[in-house]
Every structure is written in C-alpha cells, then in structure tokens.
C-alpha cells in the first residue's frame, strides 16, 4: 500500500554517512531524546506497515499515517467529521501521488494536534484519499482519517524511531543539536533537503545502489515498500527474467500496476539493505511534479520494508537518516 505517501511534494539531493559502534543500551534512545526536550508520542503499526497516530483536528479525533513522503491532509470525504462541511476553502493547490495527479484544498482550523501536543497550525488540507482508505481497510480493517506529513513534522523537529514505533516532537521555538553519534550503535546517513515552497515544506532523499548503479529515493515512512519509478527499469537492469511478480495497489490518484524484481544488490553507503527485491509502477507524475518544482530527478521511494530492517530513525530536522546494522 503505497498510500498518499510521495504524493504531493517530494524530493531532495546529495548525502554523505559516518559510521559509530556504540552499544545501544535499553531504553537509551528515549532518555537520549528526553534530555534533549523531546516529547514523546506512541505510534500505531498496521498490519500493512504503516505507522499511524491519533490526532485531533477540530477537536475531533482521527487515526492519520505519519507520512514524511507527503503533506498533512484529512481525507476529503471525512469534511463533515472535522467540521468542515459547511466551511469555506481558502485555496487549492495541484500535486501528485502514486496514482496520479491530485488536488488539496485548504481549510481554516480552530485546532490541530498530535497526541497531547497541540500544533499551531491555521490551515488544513483535504484531498481524496477514498482509495487509500479502503485498501488500508480491506488489509486491516481499520479506517484511516489522514496523514501527517513533512509540513508539520518539519516545524515541530520530529524524530522517527520507526523500531520502537514513536514520534518525539519538540517546540518549534526550542533549538535543538543533532543527535550524539556516541550515544548510538548506528550508521549515521546525512541527508540534504530540497524546499518545495508551495507547501512549505522539505523533503528528504537518499542515495544509494541498485545493481551496482547509482540512484536516488526518497524517503518515504508512508510506502510500505520501497518501490521505483517503470523509468528506471532500464537504468537498474531490470528485465523479464528479473521479474518475480505483477499485482496492483492503490495510492494517492488512483490505482497502479506493481511488479517485483530480483536484485543482485542494493547498497546504501556500502552496505548491503535486507532486501533483494523491489517493486516498481507508474510513478511518472510523481517524478514529473519534482523535477518540474525542484529541478531534482528521484527514481522512486525507500519505504518501510527497509526501514523496519534496519530499525531506522528518520530526524526530519536534522535531516539525518539513522540504521541500525
């Protein structure tokens, strides 16, 4: 289910990654995250991989995806649930998901928040995510209100320990230092952000080797799994006889044709990822809307099947992505 998730805005460029072999002690990442301000919020995982937590927008409760491939937005056929009904929309902004192009349309909102934390925020998004909504279902059954996505993590500095499956959010006013590569048993990657500054938010990639060729993911805690661009078949040397599967999932714009391929490789900084397929579909206006709004070409998402491997923890702030080898 690839969701909303590279859905509006997306991309990034360059990355360099240090190493550090520092025994992770129990609970040592949460005290780590304390001290240094942090609150810390209890995630949800779904069956189908995504994390999810409970938000209020209106003070109405909701179950949304924390999502760092998209945008915060409520799903447009839930207006009357958060209030919205009768409400007048303030704007509409064009973008792009795994189906296809979409809409958002903006709302004034008397308040957001994720768990506990109140969030000033004055606008909110809505869009069509009927088909997210009913995949999710259909694998879970459970509904999902939303997603918050890089817009909001962003501004409140969020950290994703995607292992322990929490979301630590500070004050945007609060300065915070990156995290104490000494403190941590991980490989440290260091991510650099491209704005798209019609949502008002960045978006983070990563480079790494498919086959023994270089590329570029974005990435995505919405998509549980990592997925490429049908563009990019020919550039990673994936063939017929590399071909494993074809199935078909849904995602922002609509439904999409899936197949899954057998890897030689897949490296990131030089080591291997615990995965040797992929998936790759039709993300061709996912990567037409970046590069036309970022001038940055992405071959497709690093989604959840990788994260979860690899215990990440994404500092959106910081723009650091954390593995645990």
């Known amino acids: 289910m690839k969701g909303f998730s590279i859905a509006l805005a997306i991309s990034l460029l360059t990355f360099a990654l240090v190493g550090c072999h520092v025994k992770e002690n129990a609970n040592s990442f949460s ?153 941590i048993n991980w490989v440290v990657l260091d991510l650099d952000a491209i704005r798209l500054q019609k949502f008002d938010a960045e978006f983070l990639t990563v480079f790494i080797k498919i086959n023994g060729i270089e590329g570029r993911l974005l990435v995505d805690s919405g998509a549980v799994n990592s997925l490429l661009d049908n563009s990019s078949k020919p550039k990673f040397k994936l063939e017929e006889k590399t071909l494993i599967s074809r199935s078909s999932n849904t995602g922002a714009g609509g439904r999409f044709r899936l197949e899954r391929h057998q890897l030689r490789s897949f490296d990131i900084n030089n080591k291997a990822v615990n995965t040797s397929t992929v998936s790759v579909g039709d993300l061709s206006s996912v990567i037409a809307f970046v590069q036309l709004h970022t001038q940055t070409s992405i071959d497709g998402v690093l989604g959840q099947d990788v994260l979860i491997a690899h215990g990440a923890v994404i500092d959106v702030r910081a723009q650091k992505l954390y593995f645990r080898y």
Do not use: C, W
């Open 31 to 183: 005290n780590v995250m304390a001290k240094r301000g942090y609150e810390k919020v209890q995630l949800q995982k779904l069956s189908t991989g995504h994390d999810t937590v409970n938000a209020k927008i209106n003070g109405v409760d909701g179950l949304f995806i924390v999502d760092t491939g998209a945008i915060t937005a409520f799903s447009q056929s839930l207006k009357a649930k958060f209030g919205f009904a009768n409400a007048e929309r303030l704007r509409t902004l064009e973008a792009a998901g795994a189906g296809g192009p979409i809409s958002i349309d903006y709302y004034s909102t008397s308040s957001f928040a994720v768990g506990d934390r109140v969030i000033p925020v004055q606008q909110i998004g809505s869009t069509n995510l009927n088909d997210v909504r009913r995949g999710i279902y259909n694998a879970t059954g459970r509904y999902v209100d939303g997603l918050i996505g890089q817009d909001i993590l962003m501004v409140n500095q969020a950290v994703i320990d995607v292992k322990h499956q929490h979301l630590y959010l500070k004050q945007p006013s609060q300065n915070t230092k990156p995290i104490n590569h000494a403190q």
